[in-house]
Each structure stands twice: as structure tokens, then as C-alpha cells.
């Protein structure tokens, strides 16, 4: 069965320090792989999402993220994080078929610090 | 393009009372779904409508649970007799499948605010 992991449920950066967000997946085939940043008490916005071709995929607000397939990864990395960064991040694998519902992990929260 | 709306935005019941929720979609969005979120996790699946269709309903969605789509436009999730371990934020997300057809597809999930809802 597919499934999701973020090994890191909560972490804490400085304000202009470079982040990576780690994502573990695990699917038979190509996966679709997306990455949603939630604020407190609102809904999921895309960031990005991977389905096929250059494996460095770039989103929006600075973020980009890494398909790779030989590791079973797909990290979300921004180079140089702001306070407004702060939120929680979902990775999530389509998870195919005629439905293609998301499968998510559980998350990680991001703090970032002055 | 006004996005995915829901209301109310938050509930609070008593347990044992019926609530429903309504979801409007992306105007022209063919597919709509619905996701259940508690504390400290990701969003779960718990149903998939196709135009006026529900396709596909989860393990997670009790007998308690319906969910209608009757013009393929809005869509509403209702709970019958809540209880306290339905208290949860609900999803709804629309996407336009580029498949033409019940294959699978690569139409990315757009979602709405959420509706909180806290059973007493």
C-alpha cells in the first residue's frame, strides 16, 4: 500500500538559514508526489508537485523539491527561509488510479526563529 | 476563480446532534473530495465524487456519514449522532481531471479553508 513519511515532526530554523524537509514515500510505480504548506486553522495550499520529467521541481513562494527515485525521496528545500515560513508542510503521493486521492504524511512544523 | 469555499467555517455540536457541512468547488472543477484532518496528523480520504457521482467512499466513512453531490456542483458532508471522536477539521478539495475518463489522472487537488467541527 502506498504511503507517506516525514521523519521530522517539528522543526526550528533561523530566519535566512536554508531549509530541507524530508519525504518518504512509498509506491509500486511513478509516483505523484506533492508538497502543501498549511497555516494555522486554514486549508492546504500547493507548493509544488512532481508527476514526470526534470526531477528538480521548482514552486512557488522560493521552494523547490527533489524527486529521487533510487532513495524514495522527495525533500522540499528552500534556500533561505522567512518568518512567514512558518507553517506545517505535508508531502503527499497521489495515490493512482481512477480516483487519484492523496495519501499524506503527517507533517512537519516548521518554527523559524528571529 | 474564487477557489474552494466551505462553511461554516467552524462548528460546535453537542454530541449526538446531526451536522452538515457544504462545499463549493472551483466553478467548472469535475471532481470534488472530501478529507477528514485531526491533531497532529495529515488529512485522511474519505470520499470522491465525479461530476454528480460519489465513486469511492473510505473505511473511514461510517454508516453515520453521507455525502452528496446532486447537481455536480456543490457538494455537502453530512454526520448523523456525533460523537466526541468525529471532532476534526474537514476538507474538501476540487480538481479538473485531464483525463476525459475514469483513468487515472495528474489533476492537482486544490482546497478549500476547512470546517472545524467540535463535538461536546
Known amino acids: 500500500a502506498q504511503s507517506v513519511t516525514q521523519p521530522d515532526i517539528h522543526i526550528t530554523v533561523s530566519e535566512g538559514a536554508s531549509l530541507e524537509l524530508r519525504c518518504n514515500y512509498s509506491?509500486?510505480?511513478?509516483?505523484?508526489l506533492f508538497w502543501y504548506v498549511q497555516s494555522p486553522g486554514q486549508g492546504l495550499q500547493l507548493l509544488l508537485k512532481y508527476f514526470s520529467g526534470d526531477t528538480l521541481v521548482q514552486g512557488i513562494k522560493g521552494f523547490e523539491a527533489e524527486f529521487k527515485r533510487s532513495q524514495s525521496s522527495f525533500n522540499l528545500r528552500k534556500p533561505s527561509v522567512h518568518w512567514s515560513d512558518a507553517a506545517e508542510y505535508f508531502c503527499?503521493?497521489?495515490?493512482?488510479?481512477?480516483?487519484?486521492?492523496?495519501?499524506f504524511g503527517t507533517g512537519t512544523l516548521l518554527a523559524v526563529q528571529p | 476563480d474564487t477557489g474552494v469555499s466551505q462553511d461554516p467555517r467552524h462548528k460546535i455540536t453537542k454530541r449526538g446532534q446531526n451536522v452538515t457541512f457544504r462545499c463549493d468547488p472551483i466553478s467548472e472543477h469535475n471532481r470534488l473530495y472530501w478529507y477528514r484532518q485531526t491533531l497532529g496528523q495529515g488529512p485522511e480520504f474519505l470520499t470522491y465524487?465525479?461530476?454528480?457521482?460519489?465513486?469511492?467512499k473510505s473505511r473511514l466513512l461510517s454508516d453515520r456519514f453521507s455525502a452528496e453531490r446532486p447537481k455536480g456542483s456543490f457538494s455537502t458532508l453530512e454526520i448523523q449522532r456525533t460523537e466526541q471522536g468525529d471532532s476534526a477539521m474537514y476538507l474538501c478539495?476540487?480538481?479538473?481531471?485531464?483525463?476525459?475518463?475514469?483513468?487515472?489522472?495528474?489533476?492537482?487537488?486544490?482546497f478549500g479553508p476547512g470546517t472545524r467541527l467540535t463535538v461536546l
Open positions: 465524487f465525479q461530476n454528480e457521482a460519489q465513486l469511492e
Open positions: 503527499a503521493v497521489g495515490a493512482g488510479g481512477a480516483t487519484n486521492k492523496l495519501i
Open positions: 478539495a476540487s480538481s479538473l481531471s485531464n483525463s476525459g475518463s475514469l483513468r487515472a489522472s495528474t489533476d492537482t487537488q486544490y
Open positions: 509506491y509500486g510505480a511513478t509516483p505523484y
